[in-house]
């Protein structure tokens, strides 16, 4: 038998590491975002990944 329900084994990382937890998911990752919403997990921030090239960059940003 387990030592903690498996629904609460968040919330005793939290306590024990004293901080909230944070997980990052790739946008592809739709069960385990919908795992962790269950889980009392919400999104408070979305990030992007855009991939340049130098050159690319040069032209909207020259440099000094």
Do not use: H, N
Not at 3 to 9: D, G
Not at 39 to 57: I, M
């Amino acid at each position: 038998m387990s030592l903690f329900k498996e629904s609460a084994i968040f919330e005793v990382i939290a306590a024990e590491e004293q901080c909230p937890l944070q997980i990052m998911l790739a946008s592809g990752e739709t069960q385990a975002a919908a795992l962790l919403a269950s889980q009392g997990f919400r999104k408070v921030r979305q990030c992007y990944e855009v991939a340049v090239q130098e050159r690319e960059l040069q032209a909207t940003f020259p440099t000094q």
